[in-house]
């Protein structure tokens, strides 16, 4: 298991460093087009050549990774939104639990990016929970301390005055809060692809799935309910694309690399969760726009392994928020 | 030493103008798939960037949650039906694929299972030869 993991890993680095190369690429082709362009005038004889050299060989390189597949940003691996979690529970019938959510006065000790950024995700998850809950006089308080939290990491986008003054005009408007909240945390992830940190858009998500995780095990102590077991084992190829977005990451401090160590003894945990699945043909309604996608999956997940999950989930969790 | 200082300044201009056009250009994409991505759906929170060369393929693995309608929306370029997306289950059947629809700029999807899917993004080359594209994920509120 451990290997397959690495040796997808390993499958993604190399990804990033191939987009990396036509990023170079097209960078070079930018500023000898520059380059080109500020020496008109004179001698250009021999710059159109070793330009027109320089292109051929640069269209050569592309045309040998035409028919490649590559990534997508890093960010090729899609993680639920702790929307998702929060309607499920919701959908339970169970009261507010606010020993689910993460206290606010934790972030004070957080002093450094990489907590801070967890704390974005998983202060996330709970301002889902506390939306659904239409718990609002809380949901504000946590909505203030992500944009602190957002202005602490110099994340401008997604959490500007503007989004603040919305929030506060859909306060009690649960479908426009969920609606907004989402926005900025995708604003904010195209921010930190496009100023190169995707790592702590990486850490964001982590906070937000462990979070979501945490709350969703919990939840088994309170009720025995077959659609949240399902849902936790359906969490395996979640927890492994959410790894293979961090791993990128792994060296970078140990900090990373303790987050990431711990992930992936989780997934272990997940790796002894049998799935089946069954492919059924979709039914297309064109006039719709909509496909109904009829395959089946069934979870096989034991109270054995049900309870592992939830005790190294509740430990990742409190490594995480402490 | 005048005219070094002149080609710096045309160099810097150049620069200016041409990332000022791909930041116009991006914001014209990211319009094109936002605006699809209104309520009742909710964004999952990330916003997906590859950039393609001729034929080149993007893909991405995602989790789809039984009792779900989620919406893909995709876009490349100044007009809407440049690109081309399949969605694939994990035995590599294929699920759909908006080129039977004209490239349409989106679909919803209703999972009645959870299911892992690989979804795989091209460009049409006929529309557009080489560009970045822009995907999101959404899914619908409960009861809307």
Sequence with gaps: MQKNIFISLQNVKTSIQMNKKIYNLLFSVSIISLLGLSSCGGGNQSNVTSEDSLEQSIEEQIDSNATAVIMMNGALFSIPSPYQIAMLVKKKNLDFNEELITPLDYATSYTDYFKKALALGFYGADLAYLTMYDQTPKAVKYFSKIKLLAQDLDISSGFDKEIMERIDKNMGNKDSLMYIVSNSYRKADDFLKENDRQELGALILAGGFMESLYMVTQLTNEIKDQELFYRIGEQKKPLDNLIKILSPYYDKSPQFTELTDKLVDLAYDFENIKIKYKYEQPEILPEKKLAIIKSQTEVIITEEQLQKIKDKVKEIRNFMVK | ?144
């Design chain 2, 1 to 144: 030493m005048r005219n070094i200082n002149i080609t710096a300044i045309i160099i810097f201009l150049s620069a200016l103008f041409t990332f000022n056009n791909a930041n116009a250009q991006a914001d014209q994409t990211i319009s094109l798939v936002t605006k699809y991505m209104k309520y009742p759906f909710i964004s999952d929170g990330q916003q997906y960037k590859a950039l393609l060369n001729g034929d080149e393929i993007a893909e991405f693995h995602i989790t789809f949650f039984g009792g779900t309608v989620y919406r893909l929306a995709a876009a490349a370029g100044n007009d809407e039906g440049n690109v081309v997306f399949r969605v694939y289950d994990k035995q590599r059947n294929l699920l759909f694929t908006n080129a039977d629809y004209n490239n349409s700029p989106y679909w919803d999807f209703k999972f009645t299972s959870t299911v892992d899917c690989l979804i795989e993004i091209q460009l049409d080359n006929s529309n557009l030869s080489s560009g970045f594209v822009y995907m999101l994920v959404g899914f619908k509120q409960e009861g809307k």
